[in-house]
């Protein structure tokens, strides 16, 4: 990486959030550049140019654009490998990978703002319905991950060993988005004492939504 990276960033976006934990565990300057969401400034025409899905976060590193968080966030851990956010071996990276995969591919996109507000807008789905589904995707998602975090020897202080890794960037954020959305959490302890480690870290602190620039 060259000179200090960009970051396009929401304060309340899950997928931001974990690129910022990846970015204050590795102890790397950035400059914050936030596109509000609930503003549609996503949808201005010269952030579309650099980004065609309108979607944050995203990381410009030099002449480079680089959205998706978890692209980014194996982009940082490659150029700056310490400490590393996915384990030594193939079989160790692949359940770090599942257990990261399961919250950003089956959990997050189905309560997200973009899926919300078509259920509201296109399909008029009232504001109690559209929480119902909400909390329903997350339990589904969340039941299936204590399941594999409680029955693993693998699982340590955080979802893989004693050290953070990208299960855990991905973790923390998505129970944010539980807690707005009135989810009940006390079915999953495992993950509730994962999250407990991780918000006693300085890196996730740094990434709360609360301490952001842009935090209303």
Sequence with gaps: MGPQPLLYTYYRSSAAWRVRIALALKGLPYEAIPIHLRKHEQEAPRYRALNPQGLVPMLQDGDHFISQSIAIIEYLDEVHPQPPLLPSTALARARVRQLALTIACDIHPLNNLRVELYLKNQLGIDQAARAVWQRH??????AALETLLAHSAETGRYC??????????????QLGNARRNDLDLSPYPTILAIEAACNAHPAFAAAQPARQADAE
Excluded: I, K, R, Y
């Design 137 to 142: 995707w997350m339990n589904e998602g969340f």
């Design 160 to 173: 893989h060993g004693d050290t953070p890794s990208l299960a855990d960037l991905c973790l923390v954020p």
